[in-house]
């Protein structure tokens, strides 16, 4: 049986603050080369690994990271192309 992260116990807030997160990065992260902002996400990813590993082990960890990531460039991207429309 698969239980979905906002079906646990702090998995709405996990998703909150992840979203916020990814929001926020992307903003900063709007109009940095993409070598420094993935430089930069990825230390902000190993600082948050170790206590999302605790949570809700190594593997659903690693994959939701990956998909963090990808949401975080996917979203700095459209933010550029949006910034970029308006020029």
């Known amino acids: 049986m698969t239980v979905q992260l906002k079906d646990v116990p702090g998995?709405?807030?996990l998703i909150a603050r992840l979203t916020q997160?990814?929001?926020?990065?992307?903003?900063l992260y709007a109009?940095?080369?993409d070598e420094k902002a993935q430089a930069s996400l990825k230390e902000?990813?190993?600082a948050i690994r170790p206590d999302l590993?605790?949570?809700v082990?190594?593997?659903n960890a690693n994959k939701m990271l990956e998909a963090f990531t990808s949401?975080?460039?996917g979203e700095k991207?459209?933010?550029e192309a949006a910034g970029a429309s308006r020029a």
């Open 11 to 13: 998995g709405p807030a």
């Open 21 to 27: 997160a990814m929001k926020g990065l992307s903003l």
């Open 31 to 33: 109009g940095t080369p």
């Open 44 to 46: 902000y990813v190993d």
């Open 53 to 55: 590993v605790a949570s």
């Open 57 to 59: 082990g190594a593997n």
């Open 71 to 73: 949401a975080v460039m």
């Open 77 to 79: 991207h459209r933010i």
